[in-house]
């Protein structure tokens, strides 16, 4: 007879491994991947639309994916942190090198924000809203790089109104899609 049991999956990867040490490392090498992957789906699926922020959809989506899964408090951020150490190989296509510096202050100004809001808000909402307003900062934080160092970003060449538009909507839509898959996941975990 082949036992089963019913105790429910762990609540992050890091305790699926007996040593706190090696679950932890284990963990954040996953967050790492994550970003790294989020990072490897946006360089691939560049397509020019004059769009700015549009591979946000399906990069908060693994980010807020990310977080879902650890126990870490700053999961995001460490998550974008494997997207900027990808980004600093240059092997992805990008032009701009202080990409790398915007990607770790969306990742902090994201879990910031997600502290502050889930303190009021239920899940989805407070996911939603730090996703649009974190990667909505995307604009704001070239805009200061800009002006400190005289660096031109490409998305900024139409001025500052349309990308900070562009950057909430799409914030929005990955914030959202995010949050639902880890949802819905839950639910259907819940009734196994």
């Not at 296509?93 to 303190?119: A, W």
């Not at 989805?124 to 809203?129: F, G, M, R, V």
């Not at 996703?131 to 002006?147: D, Q, R, S, T, V």
Request: hydrophobic share 55%; with cysteine.
């Amino acid at each position: 007879m082949i036992r089963v049991s019913t105790s429910p999956l762990p609540k992050s990867i890091s305790s699926i491994f007996p040593n706190r040490l090696v679950g932890t490392l284990a963990e954040v090498l996953l967050l790492f991947l994550v970003g790294m992957l989020a990072m490897v789906i946006h360089a691939k699926l560049r397509i020019p639309m004059q769009l700015p922020g549009r591979q946000g959809v399906l990069f908060l989506a693994l980010i807020v994916a990310g977080r879902g899964l650890s126990r870490f408090p700053f999961a995001a951020t460490i998550a974008c942190a494997g997207s900027a150490l990808i980004l600093t190989t240059g092997w992805l296509g990008f032009r701009e090198p202080l990409s790398p510096v915007v990607y770790i202050l969306i990742g902090f100004i994201l879990d910031i924000l997600y502290f502050n809001f889930r303190k009021i808000l239920p899940f989805i909402l407070a996911t939603t809203l730090s996703c649009a307003l974190g990667w909505m900062f995307i604009p704001l934080i070239k805009l200061g790089i800009a002006a400190l160092t005289g660096f031109i970003f490409t998305s900024l060449r139409y001025g500052l109104a349309w990308p900070l538009l562009t950057h909430l909507v799409f914030g929005l839509a990955g914030g959202l899609l995010g949050a639902s898959i880890l949802q819905i996941t839950a639910r259907f975990l819940k009734k196994e």
